[in-house]
C-alpha cells in the first residue's frame, strides 16, 4: 500500500479524536452553563410552591431582564473569541490583556443596563398588561437588575477560563452558586425568623446576592490562583485604556445585537402572554424551563465548538475546523432530541416538578409536546451560530436571527394565539416554527465560510 493511499481506520481514529475533545471541553461547559439555568430553575421551583400569583410576577419581571443577560453575553463575546485564537497560536502573554478589558467593558456594561431597568413599569403598561402587574413585576424587575454587574464579571471570567480550556473552575463555582441560591431562596421567599416572606421580590434579592458571590469567587481565582497567572499575562493591568480593547467590542457587537433580538423576541413573546393573564404566565414561566435547561446543554455544546473551530482558524486547520462544527451538532441534536422523547412520555409528571398548583400542572401539560419540538431545533441553531462566530463570521448570523426571530416568530406568535386561537400552545408553535428556519440557514451559512482559506 503506498504512503498516498488513505489508511481505512484514519477517519474513525480522528472523528473519535474530535468527539473525545469536544466532549472533554464541552462537559464541565455544559455543567456551568446548566448550572447558571439551574438557578433560574430553582426559582421557579421556588415560587412555583409560592403560589401562581408569585410566580407570574417573576416571569413578567424576567422578560426584560434575561433579555438583557442575553444581550451581554452577546456585547462580551469578544473575550473568549479572542482567547481562543490567542489560545490556539500559542500567544499566551496576550490573554490576561483580554480578560481585563473584557472585566471593565463588562462592568460598564452591566450598571449601564442595571439603571434602565429600574423604569419599567411604563414599558409594561403599555404593553398592555394590568397596572397590578405591571406594578409588582416593575419592583420585582428592578430587584433583578441589581444582579447585571455582577453577572457581567461571570460571563467574561467564565467565558475566559473555557477559551483556555480551564472550565472545571467555573463549573464548580457554579456548582456552588445553585446551593448558595437555594438557601437565600427558601427564608427570602417564605420567611424565616426575622426575615419577612417577600415573595418574588424575595427571589430576586436571592439573585442578586448569589450573582455578587460568583462574580468575586471566579475574579479571585483567575487573578490569584492560577499557577501561570503571570505566563498568561493576568497579572497586573493592561495598558492602553479603552482604545485597546477595540477588538474585543468589535466582535462583540454584531453577537450583542445577535443575542438581544434573539432574547428580546423571547421578552415580547412573554409580554404577548402576559395578555392572556397572570395563569397564562405562570403555565409559560413553567413551560419554558423544559426548553432551557436541555438548550443549555447545546449552549455548552455550542461554546466548546465555537472554542474548537476558533483554535482550529488559530493554527489554520481547515479539516479540524469542519469536524469540531458538525460533531458539536450531532451531539447536541442527540441531547435534545433525547429530552424531546422524555417529555412526550411522561409530560404531567414532569410539569409537577416545578409546581403544585394544580391549575398550572393541567394547563402546562397538554403543551409541553411542542415544546419537544422547538428542542429538536432549537439546540441545533445555536450550535451553528457559534460556530460561525468562531470562524469569525458575525454580522451574517445576526441577519438570521432578525429574520427568524422577529419577522418569522413574533407575527406567528400573535397570530396563532389570538386570531386562530391556540392559546398558549401556539407560542410554542411559532417558537419551533422560527428555530426549525434558524437551523437551516446557520448550518448553509456554515458551509459556505468553512471553505474560505485560513
Known amino acids: 500500500m503506498s504512503h498516498s493511499t488513505p489508511q481505512p481506520t484514519g477517519l474513525d481514529l480522528s472523528l473519535r479524536h474530535h468527539v473525545v475533545r469536544t466532549l472533554t471541553l464541552a462537559a464541565p461547559v455544559v455543567v456551568t452553563r446548566v448550572g447558571m439555568m439551574t438557578m433560574a430553575s430553582v426559582d421557579v421551583i421556588v415560587l412555583g410552591r409560592a403560589g401562581a400569583d408569585a410566580l407570574a410576577d417573576y416571569v413578567l419581571a424576567t422578560a426584560l431582564y434575561e433579555g438583557l443577560i442575553a444581550t451581554m453575553a452577546g456585547l462580551l463575546l469578544g473575550v473568549p473569541v479572542l482567547a481562543a485564537k490567542a489560545f490556539g497560536a500559542g500567544e499566551f502573554r496576550t490573554l490576561g490583556p483580554i480578560w481585563w478589558r473584557g472585566l471593565l467593558y463588562g462592568l460598564l456594561l452591566g450598571t449601564g443596563l442595571c439603571g434602565l431597568l429600574q423604569f ?102 483567575i487573578r490569584y490562583g492560577l499557577r501561570d497567572r503571570a505566563a498568561l499575562g493576568v497579572v497586573g493591568q493592561p495598558s492602553g485604556g479603552w482604545a485597546a480593547a477595540t477588538a474585543v467590542r468589535r466582535i462583540g457587537y454584531a453577537a450583542g445585537l445577535s443575542y438581544g433580538m434573539e432574547a428580546g423576541s423571547f421578552s415580547v413573546i412573554t409580554l404577548v ?75 404531567e409528571s414532569l410539569v409537577g416538578l416545578f409546581t403544585t398548583d394544580a391549575s398550572v400542572i393541567a394547563g402546562a401539560t397538554p403543551i409541553l409536546g411542542w415544546t419537544a419540538l422547538v428542542l429538536m431545533f432549537d439546540g441545533g441553531q445555536t450550535v451553528m451560530n457559534h460556530a460561525c462566530r468562531g470562524r469569525g463570521d458575525t454580522w451574517v448570523p445576526t441577519s438570521f436571527h432578525l429574520v427568524s426571530y422577529w419577522v418569522i416568530m413574533i407575527p406567528l406568535a400573535v397570530w396563532l394565539t389570538f386570531p386562530v386561537g391556540q392559546g398558549l400552545a401556539g407560542i410554542y408553535q411559532a417558537i419551533a416554527l422560527a428555530s426549525m428556519a434558524s437551523l437551516m440557514a446557520m448550518a448553509l451559512r456554515f458551509t459556505v465560510i468553512a471553505r474560505r482559506p485560513l
Open 120 to 221: 419599567t413599569e411604563p414599558l409594561f403598561l403599555w404593553a398592555g398588561q394590568p397596572a397590578d402587574m405591571a406594578a409588582r413585576g416593575s419592583a420585582v424587575t428592578g430587584m433583578l437588575a441589581c444582579a447585571l454587574p455582577s453577572l457581567a464579571l461571570v460571563i467574561v471570567s467564565s467565558s475566559f477560563l473555557e477559551a483556555i480550556n480551564r472550565p472545571s473552575v467555573g463549573t464548580m463555582a457554579v456548582l456552588l452558586a445553585n446551593l448558595a441560591n437555594l438557601a437565600l431562596n427558601i427564608p427570602l421567599v417564605f420567611g424565616w425568623g426575622p426575615i419577612p416572606a417577600l415573595g418574588a421580590i424575595g427571589c430576586a434579592l436571592a439573585t442578586a446576592l448569589n450573582s455578587a458571590f460568583l462574580a468575586a469567587g471566579l475574579f479571585l481565582y
Open 273 to 347: 402572554v402576559g395578555l392572556l393573564g397572570p395563569l397564562a404566565l405562570a403555565m409559560h414561566g413553567v413551560l419554558f424551563q423544559f426548553i432551557a435547561l436541555p438548550f443549555m446543554v447545546a449552549f455548552g455544546i455550542a461554546a466548546a465548538t465555537q472554542v474548537r473551530v476558533g483554535n482550529a482558524w488559530g493554527r489554520g486547520d481547515p479539516r479540524g475546523l469542519w469536524l469540531a462544527s458538525w460533531i458539536g451538532l450531532a451531539l447536541a441534536s442527540l441531547i435534545t432530541g433525547a429530552a424531546a422523547v422524555l417529555y412526550l412520555l411522561i409530560p
